[in-house]
């Protein structure tokens, strides 16, 4: 069999596939291409790379794709718990007020028993879903992770633009898993190489800043979210005013260079609203910080406040001069002696004539204290669709 020949076939048809939407086709058919590739060539040769990179990529989608899915079906869950507790409720009155026989209670137990029985079921199956779904993400970063290895490795400009996909999408499987510290690593990773072989008005350049100011953002850190959106817009009109400039000095102008126009301009009031979000989520932040001083400000000044009353009595030890012997605190006057008899009997006599004041109640003095992944993937998408005509892009269409 040509091993070369076939794999290269399975490998059009997978990118085929992920165009479409039909993700678990696309993941057969890359995996069968990598099974391939890496039985010939063994796991880290550097023809592997671009199997193991789109097979990576597909199960980062597929993951995606289950997530959801997942979601939509822990909803319906809830919905149907919603609706079982709004029937026990009409239910449960009409048995107190007719005093209907046991046969019936038993029914309804019965009928109780089977419905939890059901959602058993229904929660083992959501959980064998979202083990599938970490074992698709893990597998994910085990793909990519090689890619990035086998590229990087490789000193050419094309290679090294690849290995910049593989960080970038290593990222998005961080932020899947909600590692976003490690998402941002691997978003700086990405720009590194691509400001070093990009024009500054590539658009790959500009989903790399929206992706590391969506990291940004999921990690509460809502100032540099703000700066690498702002980042992404600036890309943009960069690359418009460029498009712009070359439609004038061509005689008639490109349709290609006008659609792209367009295009990016769809995409600027969405990326605006996200920093309008963060600077809102910023502002909740520094108010919620703010009402948290104040709180612990309060408990602090209850304490000294409970600690200046008189109703709280200290015991005042000193320290043992130089020289003295250390020996046990005395405490035999705090102990209440045995009386003689007499002496009670004396005293109850005294006591049932005098009666004692009660004691101040101890309280303390102090106050209580108070109890995005949508532009980008347009951008993907959009970058896909546009043919490499600048030098500086090396990157493949499907990339």
């Known amino acids: 069999m040509d091993v070369d020949g076939e794999s290269k076939k399975l490998l059009g048809l997978g990118q085929k596939h992920l165009v479409m939407g039909n993700i678990p086709a696309a993941v057969n058919a890359f ?20 199997a193991f990179f789109y097979y990576g990529k597909s199960l980062l989608e597929l993951a995606r794709m289950e997530n959801g899915v997942l979601g939509n079906a822990l909803e319906g869950v809830q919905v149907e718990e919603e609706g079982e507790k709004a029937e026990d409720d009409s239910v449960l ?64 400009k094309e290679a090294q633009l690849h290995a910049a996909q593989a960080h970038l999408k290593l990222g998005e499987v961080s932020i899947e898993s909600e590692n976003y510290t490690q998402a941002i690593e691997e978003f700086q990773a990405c720009l590194a190489l691509q400001q070093k072989y990009l024009e500054a008005h590539d658009r790959l350049l500009a989903e790399s800043h929206y992706q590391l100011a969506l990291a940004y953002h999921y990690n509460s ?9 702002g980042k992404s817009v600036e890309v943009i009109d960069k690359r418009m005013a460029m498009l712009t400039e070359r439609i004038k000095k061509a005689e008639s102008g490109s349709p290609e260079d006008e659609k792209e126009i367009e295009e990016l301009k769809g995409l600027l009031p969405e990326i605006k609203e996200k920093i309008e979000d963060s ?23 209850g304490f000294a ?18 020289g003295a012997p250390q020996c046990v605190t005395d405490i035999s006057h705090l102990v209440r002696k045995k009386r003689k008899p007499e002496e009670e009997t004396q005293q109850g006599d005294n006591e049932a004539k005098k009666s004692k004041p009660e004691p101040a109640v101890n309280g303390g003095g102090g106050d209580a204290a108070p109890s995005g992944n949508e532009v980008a993937e347009k951008m993907e998408e959009e970058t896909e669709k546009r043919p490499q005509a600048e030098s500086g892009a090396a990157v493949e269409s499907t990339v």
Do not use: H
């Open 31 to 50: 995996q069968e291409a990598a099974s391939l590739l890496g039985k010939k060539y063994g796991e880290t040769a550097d023809e592997c790379a671009e």
């Open 221 to 229: 850190q809502f100032d540099e979210a703000v700066l690498q959106f």
């Open 279 to 301: 600077k809102e989520s910023q502002k909740s932040a520094r108010v919620a910080e703010l009402a948290l001083k104040a709180t612990l400000v309060g408990t602090t000044s």
């Open 305 to 322: 406040q409970s600690e200046d009353s008189g109703s709280v009595s200290t015991i005042p030890v000193r320290k043992a001069a130089d």
């Open 93 to 156: 009155p009409t048995v107190d007020e007719t005093e209907e026989s046991e046969e019936e209670d038993k029914e309804n137990d019965k009928a109780e028993d089977d419905k939890e029985n059901e959602l058993t079921v229904e929660d083992k199956s959501l959980q064998e879903s979202e083990e599938d779904e970490i074992g698709n993400l893990e597998l994910a970063w085990d793909m990519l992770e090689l890619a990035k290895v086998i590229y990087k490795r490789q000193e050419t």
